[in-house]
């Protein structure tokens, strides 16, 4: 859960400005979670319900940027989970379902069936196994990648870095039996080699965490949100996020020669 360092091309101009998109891992009960990357299921469902007091839909990736192209994205979120833990199933699905939302799972295929090694010394969790992957895609949840095994691109080697996002998407495909269309950089590591390496597997888009210079459909800002995240701090990343991502798109654009355009 650390920021992108990439400076590399990313097609800001097809983005407009970017909508929200929210950044979850897990929602469980729990005692001791000392990376932060865990919701109760209580306050996972507060969320959802902020989100329909603001007259917001959740929707996965694929929806939001199909949306967005067609410039009806104004009343949507993105909804997106990391690292693919087994709880999605049994906490996150039914209250998503719920509300009527939609979500894009980030799997590690490299890990199916699995646990979280990369987390000591925090608490274990266990993966989606590759039925689970299976069950989520066809509940109407979009199955994307976040690579292999969750390391940090910047430190691969290049035959590494193919297999995190080649192959890593051609394991989902396979399983899922559909197109996988997004990547999410693990910890949001990203620069212009990785980048250009998951523009050439082919993917569509990818997710970063925080906004940079580089924002743009292979940098999608995220929003982190945490258990002692309230509706009026939800109220406040949200404002925070309009500000910072349509300066930082202000920027970019400035850069390249665009028209900078307001949110």
């Keep these: 859960m650390t920021t992108s360092t990439a400076e590399g091309s990313s097609?800001?101009?097809?983005?407009?400005?970017?909508?929200?998109?929210?950044?979850?891992?897990?929602?469980?009960?729990?005692?001791?979670d000392p990376f932060e990357v865990t919701l109760t299921p209580q306050r996972f469902e507060r969320h959802m319900?902020?989100?329909r007091s603001r007259r917001l839909r959740g929707v996965s990736m694929a929806e939001l940027l199909r949306a967005r192209a067609q410039g009806r994205a104004s009343r949507m979120v993105g909804l997106t989970f990391d690292d693919g833990?087994?709880?999605?199933?049994?906490?996150?699905?039914?209250?998503?379902?719920r509300y009527g939302f939609t979500a894009t799972m980030f799997v590690l295929a490299g890990r199916l069936g699995g646990a979280n090694s990369w987390s000591r010394p925090?608490?274990?969790?266990?993966?989606?196994s590759a039925a689970q992957v299976r069950e989520i895609a066809d509940a109407g949840i979009e199955?994307?990648?976040?690579?292999?095994?969750?390391?940090?691109?910047?430190?691969?080697?290049?035959?590494?870095?193919?297999?995190e996002v080649v192959r890593s998407k051609t394991i989902l495909q396979d399983l899922v039996g559909q197109p996988v269309p997004g990547f999410a950089y693990p910890y949001g590591h990203s620069d212009p080699r990785v980048v250009a390496a998951v523009q050439n597997a082919g993917y569509d888009y990818?997710?970063?965490?925080?906004?940079?210079?580089?924002?743009?459909?292979?940098?999608?800002?995220?929003?982190?949100?945490?258990?002692?995240?309230s509706s009026w701090r939800l109220d406040a990343k949200r404002a925070v996020t309009t500000v910072t991502v349509g300066n930082k798109l202000g920027v970019r654009r400035y850069r390249d020669g665009e028209r900078c355009v307001s949110q």
Excluded at 11 to 32: E, F, R, W
Excluded at 122 to 128: C, I, M, R, V
């Design 122 to 128: 925090g608490p274990s969790k266990p993966l989606l």
């Design 11 to 32: 097609k800001s101009a097809d983005l407009g400005t970017i909508p929200l998109v929210l950044m979850y891992h897990s929602v469980a009960d729990y005692d001791d």
């Design 143 to 163: 199955v994307a990648s976040h690579g292999l095994q969750h390391v940090s691109l910047l430190k691969a080697d290049d035959g590494q870095l193919r297999d």
């Design 206 to 229: 990818a997710c970063a965490v925080r906004p940079w210079s580089g924002i743009g459909r292979y940098a999608i800002p995220r929003t982190a949100v945490f258990e002692h995240d």
């Design 85 to 97: 833990y087994q709880d999605f199933v049994t906490n996150a699905m039914p209250i998503l379902a």
């Design 49 to 51: 319900r902020w989100l």
